[in-house]
């Protein structure tokens, strides 16, 4: 079964600062990979997915960047964090191939302030 | 773009009765997923049940079960004996069929259910 890695748990940064956070897999290859935000009390927001090395597309313009540099890799990034980029991020992985109707497997999650 | 709604911010349930959460979703396709999660406070994102839309019979799962009513497009999700460590938020997913290899997951805003003792 697949683990996922995801760092920092919490993390509290300034306005203007920058953000890297990372995600590893484990027990998986090729998988697709996906950055999900969820603000206080919310649902959650499909940020960035992947479905191999290099490429990456995005759900919703924002300041926020992913890169996957490394098959079983994910990072998210920002050049200058916003208030409004506080929230619970989750990585997630699932299979790739003919793994349409397996679930998604979720990471620990990281819990980002913006001060 | 297909888009899943759960009118229920919260549900409240006393334990060992049953309750049942609703949602609603809309999309133009004819098969796909659906999945329910459950988010204990812990944030820890656990799948408790999936349904095929190609398949007519519910999906159950011991004490979980859902209605899938493909035509009304609607697929709850009912917790029966319910116990008090099934208090969490409940996120209803909607995924593409295998044509959409990106099998990413499209969520309700959540329904937090609450267990009394």
């Known amino acids: 079964s697949q683990t996922i890695h995801q760092w920092p748990a919490t993390l509290v940064q300034p306005v203007g600062s920058p953000l890297s956070l990372e995600c590893t897999v484990e027990?998986?290859?090729?998988?697709?990979l996906y950055w999900y935000r969820q603000a206080a009390g919310r649902g959650l927001q499909l940020l960035f997915y992947?479905?191999?090395?290099?490429?990456i597309s995005s759900e919703v313009p924002q300041n926020l960047s992913a890169s996957r540099p490394q098959d079983r890799q994910f990072i998210l990034s920002s050049k200058k964090l916003l208030l409004s980029d506080s929230g619970f991020y989750l990585c997630a992985s699932t299979a790739g191939g003919l793994s349409y109707n397996s679930p998604l497997h979720f990471g620990n999650g990281t819990r980002l302030t913006v001060t | 773009a297909q888009t899943v709604t759960q009118s229920q911010p919260e549900m409240s349930v006393q334990e060992a009765e049953t309750v049942t959460l609703s949602c609603t979703y809309d999309t133009s396709e004819s098969d796909y997923y659906l999945f329910w999660y459950k988010q204990p406070p812990s944030r820890q994102m656990i799948l408790v049940i999936r349904q095929e839309a190609y398949k007519q019979q519910n999906a159950t799962e011991n004490r979980f079960s859902v209605n899938f009513q493909k035509a009304a497009k609607s697929f709850s999700l009912k917790i029966s004996d319910s116990q008090l460590g099934d208090a969490a938020m409940y996120f209803c997913?909607?995924?593409?069929?295998?044509?959409?290899?990106?099998?990413?997951?499209?969520f309700g805003s959540g329904t937090r259910l609450l267990v009394r003792p």
């Open positions: 027990g998986t290859s090729n998988p697709n």
């Open positions: 992947s479905v191999g090395i290099g490429q």
């Open positions: 997913a909607y995924r593409s069929d295998w044509m959409d290899s990106s099998y990413k997951l499209i």
